[in-house]
């Protein structure tokens, strides 16, 4: 391998010197003959590139699929701004991303989407490569759902906890609900290489039927019929990964770019079969003997590299989407100024379009979008439909009469019935036939949408021989069953799909886009980016430490705080307990940053973008340093000053109790967001349970004094433990081991007597089962809290 590389290069610097010989005699010859130079200068550059196209044949497969030839690339250094040639045998990983990506994209793409599709589809198609098709298949699906109604529906307190209690109860509950019919017995054939728009009016079941055919339904919906892709059910495949589901609702880190998100998404998503199949293109080229353009075989290349921070399929998103100007810019909320709205549902629809999925399902990616904007997203994606032989729905509500003419197909639906399904050409014939036709002046995607309505149905009677009569929804459904397009659709679906002509790489079968451990280095970049935009909050908890800490030491000052008698320990039984609270007080902001971080992380875990146990074991191992700078600020803080023991050894076991006690804290408030998931009821149930652990801390009541039936909450507390661990630390060392003069208190030593009054632990391996006890609660919760994020839904 090295050898070829050497001999590429001789051989490249050999042609250099050459030409450069020759040119010098051409100079000295004269000037007279501009084109003959430049016809010398034309060969000798299609010489040097035959060279490096020799080279790169030469290398094995690994490596030619990271090289590629480039002659004449001008690129940008983003550090200096100095521009500079990438020539000969490029490194695809420096291609893929930065600025040298985006040179590469601007001279692919030239502001000419489909020219630049066609140049990748034409050399597919000249060594006979089939690009994978799914054809999508609804028959007799139906959605349905059991739900109050009525005042019952309301989501007042009464009836949430009525509803509550009768759903334990389990039969009850069914004869309060009625059961809603959302699709109803809809059948039709989504076809590839053709664009299909869904209308209907609100509340038709669109969001409803897109969920259905990607198997994001809810777990609640009754669901009948088959969906099938390229005849295969969704247990043979994941239909999460194989289509693309772009919501109606912009979920996303408010703190990240546009870039950032759609990067994230990205690797998430992974390269699928670009990497197979480039490889196989690789392999029949050099069969027949054929040589690419080496701008696509670079932009192919770069697309298939898989694991970066920064790809060149990201620049394209944002380019074809008019993000560019707006992709360094935060996505925001309602505290962090951002992107407009309409960027926003911009991004959302990038997030898709960044992986491999070869079948979209769009649900109103218009929202927010001006006219303009929302018929460029459309065309590409039309001409991305139409070159690349893709499988795209798009939900409109009101397409512009510009947008919906770039449809090849529409389905209507309304009130649960698919009207129509069939060719946009035929639409208006059908509804002639009902007796209903568009006005001149009319926009199509309007009249469609209100002629099934009881209301507006009437004005678009044109059978003036014939008296009006409402025509129903189910009738439009049944008329259209014997309708020529409805016809052909009902005999399309008679014949199975033939499984044989599936192509390999249409469905996918692996689960995630990445392996587990690329999973999680993905997760845990992105949790560094997210805790250094956040690094405030952060900096004023630790701010907020030391203000509490130069507080308690003015109030537990050393000089007052004398020792070694049984009397002396109440004050220093208050400072144990206060620095106590104050460690556990400063892991609640877990219960915030679980909270909001939920929103997304179902989307994202719902549309598999990663294993819901890596988010959950990157939130838990990145608060470890957190939780040690917090535990140390305190205890450096406080410790000598208020006047603890001063041994070295006491100091650092202080340490580790304060450390594992907010590792604890960490974790129960984690669990506890991601259980409860409101902030409200977090707050409220959240102060409701530290309550409870300080009730039965052993802090409010000792050990002695608390009642049999209620020892086992004791017992339960992961405050007992914790203070057990910082009083035996104290209470047992040198200085309080005085004689015992208390009689009342059978103990040795002073120290014992005081830990034996409170009810703790009196000898010094309590330390270490009180510490063996709060790392147990550790593990306890936050396990809880992976199986909360696994296994529980954002409803």
């Not at 994941?238 to 759609?262: C, F, G, I, K, W």
Request: aromatic share 10%; proline share 4%; with cysteine.
């Amino acid at each position: 391998m090295s050898g070829s590389r050497r001999s590429a290069s001789a051989a490249s610097w050999g042609s250099r010197r050459s030409g450069s010989i020759s040119h010098s005699l051409r100079q000295q010859a004269g000037a007279d003959d501009p084109f003959g130079r430049a016809a010398s200068r034309q060969g000798h550059e299609d010489d040097e590139e035959n060279l490096r196209w020799a080279a790169l044949e030469k290398l094995p497969t690994y490596d030619r699929m990271r090289r590629a030839v480039l002659s004449n690339h001008a690129g940008v250094d983003g550090a200096d701004g100095a521009a500079h040639e990438l020539q000969g045998l490029v490194d695809i990983n420096q291609l893929a991303s930065g600025e040298a990506g985006r040179a590469l994209l601007e001279r692919v793409f030239q502001d000419d989407s489909e020219r630049f599709l066609r140049r990748l589809r034409d050399r597919v198609d000249r060594v006979g490569i089939e690009l994978p098709a799914i054809e999508v298949r609804y028959q007799g699906l139906s959605v349905e759902v059991d739900a109050f109604v009525g005042s019952r529906a309301l989501p007042t307190l009464w009836n949430s906890a009525t509803n509550f209690l009768q759903g334990l109860v389990g039969r009850l509950a069914s004869s309060n609900k009625r059961t809603i019919n959302i699709l109803q017995n809809v059948n039709g054939i989504i076809k590839p290489s053709r664009m299909t728009l869904l209308l209907g009016p609100p509340s038709s079941g669109k969001s409803t039927f897109m969920r259905a055919l990607t198997g994001k339904l809810d777990k609640a919906l009754k669901v009948s019929g088959s969906i099938t892709y390229c005849g295969h059910t969704f247990e043979e495949f994941y239909p999460e990964r194989t289509s693309a589901y772009v919501s109606q609702y912009d979920l996303h880190n408010a703190e990240m770019t546009v870039r950032e998100t759609l990067d994230f998404s990205r690797r998430c998503l992974g390269v699928g079969a670009r990497y197979d199949m480039l490889a196989e293109l690789a392999v029949r080229e050099r069969e027949a003997g054929i040589k690419p353009d080496p701008e696509i075989d670079a932009y192919m290349k770069a697309t298939a590299v898989q694991g970066q921070e920064s790809n060149i399929v990201t620049d394209l998103t944002l380019k074809v989407l008019g993000l560019d100007i707006c992709a360094d810019m935060p996505i925001g909320d309602e505290m962090i100024r951002g992107v407009s709205g309409g960027q926003r549902k911009r991004v959302t629809t990038g997030e898709m379009l960044t992986g491999p999925a070869r079948a979209l399902f769009m649900d109103e990616i218009s929202t927010g979008l001006d006219s303009s904007s929302t018929f460029q997203i459309v065309k590409y994606i039309r001409q991305l439909v139409h070159v690349m032989n893709e499988t795209v729905m798009i939900s409109l509500l009101q397409p512009p009469p510009e947008t919906y003419n770039l449809f090849d197909d529409i389905i209507l639906l309304s009130e649960g019935y698919v009207v129509y399904h069939g060719p946009r050409e035929n639409i208006l014939e059908f509804f002639e036939s009902a007796g209903f036709r568009c006005p001149e002046r009319k926009g199509i995607a309007d009249f469609l949408q209100e002629v099934t309505s009881k209301k507006d149905q009437q004005q678009y009677w044109y059978l003036d021989q014939e008296q009006y009569r409402h025509v129903p929804v189910p009738e439009f459904a049944e008329r259209f069953k014997s309708f020529h397009v409805g016809q052909q659709m009902l005999k399309e679906l008679q014949i199975p799909f033939d499984k044989s002509k599936t192509h390999p790489a249409a469905l996918t079968t692996n689960k995630y886009g990445q392996s587990s451990w690329e999973s999680f280095k993905t997760v845990m970049s992105r949790e560094k980016l997210l805790m250094k935009r956040n690094s405030f909050i952060y900096i004023f908890k630790v701010a907020q430490l030391v203000i509490l800490g130069l507080i308690a030491m003015t109030v537990f000052l050393r000089t007052k705080m004398p020792h070694g008698q049984f009397s002396d320990s109440t004050k220093f039984f208050g400072a144990l307990t206060f620095s106590l609270m104050t460690v556990l007080f400063n892991g609640f902001a877990e219960l915030q940053f679980t909270i909001k971080m939920l929103p997304t992380f179902y989307k994202q875990r719902d549309f598999l973008f990663f294993p819901p146990w890596t988010i959950g074991l990157v939130n838990i191992i990145s608060k470890v340093p957190v939780s040690l700078v917090e535990s140390i600020v305190w205890v450096v803080l406080t410790y000598y000053v208020m006047g603890f023991a001063p041994a070295a050894g006491r100091f650092f076991r202080m340490l580790l109790a304060f450390f594992a006690t907010h590792q604890m804290a960490m974790g129960l408030f984690r669990f506890l967001g991601a259980v409860l998931k409101s902030m409200v009821v977090a707050n409220t149930l959240g102060m409701f349970v530290i309550l409870l652990i300080f009730l039965f801390g052993g802090i409010v009541i000792p050990r002695g004094d608390v009642r049999p039936w209620w020892i086992w909450a004791y017992w339960a507390s992961p405050m007992m433990y914790s203070q057990n661990a910082i009083s035996v630390n104290e209470f047992l060392s040198s200085r309080w081991a005085n004689p015992n003069n208390n009689t009342s208190i059978d103990a040795p030593t002073v120290g014992e007597a005081i830990l034996k009054a409170k009810g703790l632990f009196t000898r010094e391996s309590g330390f270490w089962v009180s510490i063996g006890a709060i790392v147990g609660f550790i593990i306890l919760f936050n396990i809880l809290y992976l199986l909360a994020l696994t296994y529980l839904s954002c409803e």
